[in-house]
């Protein structure tokens, strides 16, 4: 159920505002991901980011003007790039083009444009914050949602002109992000979804710990295409340097027992459990409160054992769909098949560790799906966003079954 815009026609829609910079980079996304996208702009974002920007990094001509242009018969362009759009986004949309979609008007380019395109339309208002939290943009942003505009909220903080507050164009990532998010089917409506994630650091002393190399970024991936899906999503995270995503209940922990209270406090309100966290089995038994010093050659730590979250889930799921994660660096299938069985899961992640595109810091992904009734699904190497997308799709079915 992945939305990918492989070989989608996307048209972006430049304003004039100062913000138009930020659609270059949001151009070069699209372009990474594989999308053909072409550029309208209205003649006052010219004044901002020249055509030949969008034209270089797109490779197709842009828009600028209803009429001929350089000799080119441009009278029914913007027609036929209506016709063909997969989806658009329009960033920045000033007030003025806010104004003119709200009142069915088409005196440009992009607002004529605008008015003949069938295909999804996301906003993405950039303006002075008095602009923006004025009654008739307030009131026009309204009507367009009811009409069927997708409305990326501005962020806030200071604005170019010097006021303070919202107004600002989120960042090319974020649109990106919230783009894919609007085109998503929302097949996971509904479900409350609760998702563990990167390592626990259990702490020797106040500047050493046991960890692993967990980056988190598979467990974020998931909690990322749930909320696109639609779910309600709660993502309990170990330490990480990822940015955290959007629209989901993020709560941070450190250690193993924190992650398990976590856990436990969350249980009862879910349906769905999908533990990709990285949990140290084991903590030391008396952690020191002072840095130990270099004295002696040699030095024994002891450790206890950690909860076996994944285990008392298990024991206690009940009905809904429990989801873990195996790290092998070998005998995969067995070791993946045993944890299986042995912690009562519906499904299994079995992911080798040791190949460089896959495994805890890579982008990449090459896992196996194992299932109760025996069943091993083999993927090919993907990227985490779309193991993800493809472990969800693999957990509705299995609800639909059960």
Known sequence: MKTTLNGKNIVIGV????????????????????????????????????????EALSGMKVCTSLFA?????????????????DAVIIAPTTANMIAKLAAGIADDALSTFLLAVTAPVMLCPSMNTHMFEHQTVKRNLKTLKQDGYHILAPDAGELACGVTG?????????????????????????????????????????????????????????????????????????PTSLTEPLNIKMIKVNTALEMHQAVWHHFEHTDIIIKAAAVSDYRPVNPKHRKIKKVQDETVLELQKNPDILKELGKNKGGRILVGFAAETEDLQKNAAMKLAQKNLDLIVGNLIGPDDSGFNADTNRVQFLYKDGTIETLHKMSKDAVAHLLLDRILQLTISS
């Not at 242009?69 to 759009?85: C, F, L, T, V, Y």
Request: aromatic share 4%; glycine share 10%.
């Open 166 to 238: 919202p107004g600002r164009l989120p960042e090319p990532e974020i649109i990106l992000d919230r783009f894919l998010a609007c085109l998503t089917p929302k097949d996971l409506s509904g479900r409350k979804i609760l998702v563990t994630s990167g390592p626990t650091q259990e702490a020797i002393d106040p500047v050493r710990f046991i960890s692993n190399p967990s980056s988190g970024k598979m467990g974020q991936a998931i909690a990322r295409a749930a909320e696109m899906r639609g779910a309600d999503v709660t993502l309990i995270s170990g």
């Open 69 to 85: 242009e350089n000799g080119e018969d441009a009278s029914i362009k913007h027609i036929e790039w209506a016709q063909s759009a």
């Open 15 to 54: 304003c004039g505002g100062i913000a138009a910079y930020k659609s270059v980079t949001l151009l070069r996304l699209l372009k990474k991901q594989d999308a053909h996208v072409r550029v309208i702009m209205t003649l006052n974002a010219g004044a901002f980011v020249g055509p030949l920007t969008f």
